[in-house]
């Protein structure tokens, strides 16, 4: 009945009960129809008479019909009371076409979800897919199952738009161990409700939503070998005095067949499944599921039955083949209840291609050179047009891995014969030798094809080289691969001179000899003479003239005036700014100041004229730069250094500015006699960076360990104190410290400290 497309007068319903051993259908069973063409002296709908559920039965359709329901009664069914139930509201006449609908989408979401061959983890993507061909809102991936449940249910059936599922009756709710079709089942039907889901009856307690306070209740289909249905619904007790009834209705489409085309050609390949794209208006295309019979005509002979499967993603239909499909032209033909139609356009069958004759031509096998990067070359002798995947592999090695190729069909996939393909292979990381071109096909099988990467030429990494204005030559050393295949090397306006060479060289020295009227900016390219080669190979842009190379001679630095932690010859204080004053020769426009740690680490580069705050580089005169930096951009331990950079022209020697050390920056001192007798006293140090003193002393020779940690002084982020217990102070005596991982003691500018008398401070 749900395949059913057009339900005429003098059509017969055939019905025949699916009983189990021993079992009796009891009660009745009635059929309603829904006309439609409704005329004025017509009923709206047209009950035929009940007759036993036990038993085969058949009713003659009075009319061309748009709705067929089925009611059972298990304790009989009063033909009147039907009649005046589904006609006491004219709203749920209207809606009994529609409610055939949402019950056919409901079957189908159910079954989307229950089927045993579908795991668990595999139900999201049932009900994302669902929800996509019926074109409902994006469901919540996070959400609960039964709150998917309810946004399904609420789009398929307009009644449950008042349930809420979060603050249920004590009853209710949705386990969470029962399957998410069982959650929507139990919301279409009420309480109770058994679903067998992949073979285990689950049992939710909901309440009745579908038809609330009402002795007709709506049940949905499962399909059963043989085209049977499986009819389920609520089961709960009804109340006194009442009979409960089971409604399930389908639509009748009263359509024709789909007007389907296959506009280009489409090949498949013989023994697989394949989609083949159609196009169909979108009222065929409503209904081209409930088209059955599916076959392959052939132009002579018998039509060959196929399985075909609407692609609701995209207007394609899925067609499988068996292994005795003959290659050949077919047209695609279906039944639509009893007739034949046929989709406009044919479909080639055709064998799949083993590739044994298959080659590159002669100008790719030209081109294809080990370790030059992508390659396109180009394959012949051999019908590509179901090739989905190519990989190159190395003859002859077990371990070796394929790489992916790319590949362009002329036509594209499954658009007939193709004679030739092409292909980019990628042999950046290829050595020379025998490899497999591995083709696959749409039955994911792979073929081989057998090609030959040739020796690569030397790659000279290290190109250009560059010689400053003015310089008449210079010794370099070439860096790259196979520097032994170079047999000579010409330049214009000089002369180059090779070392010889050895096997397996990465490293060769080279000699230029140039004028030295070559003005700067020049560049200059080198002709490359190898073993096995005929032509020279080219490097463009092998010399390059740069202007003259920058130099610093003289450095003057200041620093912050409320330094009172002594540093050390060549040391800088960390986490300030200081000044610097440069001399240096060959100073432009376009010059860089490049302040970095001689050891490996964090570097500032500062632009002429920049100015950032208290960071600035500036040129004074043509040899001089004011320089302004932060210190605390790099670590303690750092060796700081100077590089004046010109682009292209070059860079100075690094030029030494000093060995960064972080100390701390004390404002105050203050003294409290703690214990006379002891002659200990507290001492409390207000400044920044407090935490890098380990030690503390009135001399060098008697430090002690400083205990407490620095704490931040309340409104200024930057400011600390810090507390230390020592003995007191002699008159004269001055203040040590001792940084964290120095053995040295450091001298304080806090000088000249009286011994503090008991109760007293001093600051």
Not at 379 to 385: A, I, K
Not at 472 to 501: C, H, M, Y
Not at 637 to 662: F, M
Request: with cysteine; net charge negative; proline share 8%.
């Amino acid at each position: 009945m749900r395949n059913i497309n057009r339900l005429e007068e003098g059509d017969v319903l055939l019905y025949r009960p699916i009983l189990h051993a021993g079992e009796q259908r009891k009660g009745e069973v009635a059929i309603v129809l829904v006309p439609a063409h409704k005329s004025a002296d017509q009923d709206k709908i047209v009950i035929l008479d009940p007759k036993p559920a036990g038993e085969p039965e058949s009713w003659t359709v009075p009319m061309r019909v748009s709705v067929v329901a089925y009611v059972y009664g298990p304790a009989g069914l009063n033909r009147k009371k039907v009649k005046d139930f589904l006609s006491r509201d004219e709203e749920l006449i209207a809606q009994l076409a529609d409610y055939a609908e949402k019950t056919a989408q409901t079957e189908a979401l159910i079954a989307a979800l229950s089927t045993p061959s579908s795991p668990s983890a595999n139900m999201d993507a049932a009900l994302q897919g669902f929800s996509s061909k019926y074109g409902m809102s994006q469901l919540d991936r996070t959400a609960t199952t039964d709150q998917q449940a309810l946004v399904l249910m609420r789009t398929l059936t307009p009644a449950m738009a008042t349930y809420d599922p979060i603050t249920p009756q004590p009853s209710q709710g949705v386990g969470q161990t029962a399957g998410l079709a069982t959650a929507v089942a139990a919301l279409f039907f009420g309480s109770p409700v058994g679903l067998a889901a992949g073979g285990t009856a689950m049992l939710l307690q909901l309440r009745a939503i579908a038809f609330p306070n009402a002795e007709f209740r709506s049940s949905f289909a499962q399909p059963m070998p043989e085209d049977g249905l499986g009819l389920c619904g609520r089961r709960d007790p009804s109340p006194p005095h009442t009979k409960v009834a089971y409604v399930w209705a389908s639509r009748v489409p009263n359509v024709g067949p789909p007007q389907l085309s296959i506009d280009k050609e489409s090949s498949i390949p013989a023994a697989m499944s394949s989609p083949v794209p159609v196009s169909a208006g979108d009222p065929d295309w409503k209904y081209v599921e409930r088209a059955h019979g599916w076959a392959l005509q052939p132009d002579e002979g018998k039509p060959i039955p196929v399985k075909v499967v609407k692609l609701a993603g995209s207007k394609a239909l899925e067609i499988e083949l068996s292994p005795g499909v003959k290659a050949g032209r077919y047209r695609l033909i279906a039944n639509w209840d009893w007739d034949r139609f046929s989709v406009n356009g044919r479909i080639d069958v055709r064998p799949l291609n083993d590739f044994k004759a298959a080659r590159l031509v002669a100008e790719s096998q030209d081109l294809l050179v080990a370790r030059t990067g992508k390659v396109p070359v180009t394959l012949q002798d051999g019908d590509f047009e179901f090739v989905t995947k190519v990989a190159i592999e190395k003859a002859g090695d077990k371990f070796a891995t394929p790489q992916s190729v790319p590949f362009v069909l002329p036509q594209g996939l499954r658009q007939g014969p193709q004679d030739r393909m092409d292909v980019q292979v990628n042999t950046a990381d290829l050595d020379a030798g025998e490899y497999k071109l591995l083709i696959e096909e749409l039955d994911g099988k792979e073929r081989s094809v057998h090609v030959k990467l040739l020796p690569a030429p030397p790659q000279i990494a290290n190109l250009p080289l560059v010689l400053n204005q003015g310089v008449s030559g210079g010794v370099f050393w070439l860096k790259g691969q196979r520097l032994d295949e170079l047999n000579r090397l010409e330049i214009a306006n000089g002369t180059a001179d090779l070392s010889p060479a050895t096997p397996g060289q990465t490293e060769r020295k080279l000699k230029l000899q140039m004028a030295s009227n070559i003005a700067a900016g020049t560049s200059l390219a080198m002709k490359a003479y190898m073993q096995d080669r005929s032509e020279p190979l080219t490097f463009a842009d092998a010399v390059r003239i740069v202007g003259p190379r920058p130099r610093i001679t003289e450095l003057m630095l200041s620093f912050p005036p409320r330094q009172n932690v002594e540093l050390n010859k060549g040391e800088l204080p960390g986490g300030v700014f200081m000044s610097a004053m440069l001399r240096a020769h060959q100073i432009q426009s376009n010059s860089v100041v490049r302040l970095a740690c001689a050891q490996p680490g964090t570097a500032v580069t500062l632009t002429l004229g920049e100015r950032s705050g208290p960071i600035s580089l500036q040129q004074l005169a043509p040899d001089q730069l004011f320089l302004s930096f932060d210190t605390s951009a790099w670590l303690q331990g750092c060796d700081l250094t100077a590089t004046i950079a010109n682009g292209s022209e070059g860079e100075s020697d690094p030029y030494p500015l000093g060995h960064i050390v972080r100390v701390p920056k004390i404002d105050k001192l203050d003294v409290t006699v703690a214990d006379s007798a002891k002659a200990e006293c507290d001492v409390e140090l207000t400044g920044e960076n407090l935490e890098t003193i380990e030690k503390a002393g009135w001399s060098t020779d008697l430090p002690l360990l400083v205990i407490d940690l620095p704490l931040a002084v309340p409104n200024d982020g930057a400011k600390q104190t810090l507390h230390l217990h020592l003995p007191s102070p002699t008159a004269g005596a001055q203040f040590y410290i001792w940084l964290r991982g120095e053995s040295k003691p450091r001298a304080t500018k806090i000088l000249d400290i009286p011994a503090p008398e008991h109760g007293s401070s001093h600051r």
